[in-house]
């Protein structure tokens, strides 16, 4: 037998954690839905304005992400829009999408040690980055491909800030970030800073890739439907050639 605790469905009824569903349409706005899904009870003012922009800072970010690219290049293959955001989705994992979920884990952990070894956040930084070198591992969420100071980190905290939100998760990815300042600057980037601000409201780091996730299928929605209704179908999408670095052509002889 099935049970579950987050909607009950009959016969002219809907009820989602408590709520019936007709009284939250027009009446809660979708990131606050989200954030009764998962804990079980309606935010407050400060976490439902927090909850809604971590969904849209992860929204979109051009072209090149794996996932976007992979939506576009399976939408010009005529598919439908499912089948192609589908596609978008798969390509999110621990590489791309997961550095908020490593991150979160990171923080969550490490603070918990401070807790119970009595540490500063300056300590913990140090500990965690020596016990990541040791390990040959990389501290997830830091630094950024394109960006040198991600414009997305600093306007997220200030919305951490504003609503009560900036606590001793945020106060270690600060901490390492300055670690990192001592040799080569690392900044925060978009993931460190989500990362550190689900923790920082009690969000299970296994919560990290979802925060991702509802927002960029946002974003591929989009980018699949300008693919579909701009652009002719199997068009290239690579422009460089192919280069060839397999044997030399050989006989069966």
């Known amino acids: ?26 009446n809660v706005p979708f990131a606050s839905v989200f954030f009764l899904l998962i ?6 003012k400060q976490e439902a304005q927090m909850v809604d922009a971590l969904i849209t800072s992860s929204v979109d970010h051009g072209v090149t992400p794996p996932s976007t690219h992979a939506a576009r290049l399976v939408a010009s293959a005529g598919v439908a829009l499912p089948s192609a955001v589908a596609a978008g989705v798969l390509a999110i994992g621990d590489v791309h999408g997961g550095a908020i979920e490593d991150a979160a884990r990171l923080l969550q952990e490490w603070n918990a040690r401070a807790q119970k070894n009595k540490w500063n956040s300056e300590q913990t930084a140090r500990e965690l980055l020596e016990h990541l070198r040791e390990k040959g591992a990389r501290m997830p969420g830091f630094g950024h491909r394109i960006h040198t100071r991600d414009p997305r980190t600093r306007r997220l905290f200030d919305v951490a800030a504003a609503n009560g939100f900036k606590r001793e998760h945020i106060n270690l990815a600060l901490a390492i970030e300055r670690e990192f300042a001592r040799n080569k600057p690392l900044p925060i980037n978009v993931d460190g800073a989500i990362a550190a601000i689900i923790s920082d409201m009690d969000f299970d780091w296994r919560l990290g890739k979802a925060f991702f996730l509802i927002g960029r299928v946002a974003g591929m929605i989009a980018h699949v439907y300008e693919e579909m209704t701009s652009h002719k179908p199997m068009r290239r999408m690579c422009n460089q050639e192919t280069e060839y670095s397999g044997p030399w052509e050989r006989s069966l002889e």
């Open 1 to 26: 037998m099935w049970e579950t605790g987050i909607s009950k469905i009959e016969p002219n009824h809907i009820v989602t954690r408590g709520f019936r569903q007709e009284e939250l349409i027009g």
């Open 39 to 44: 804990k079980s009870r309606m935010p407050d």
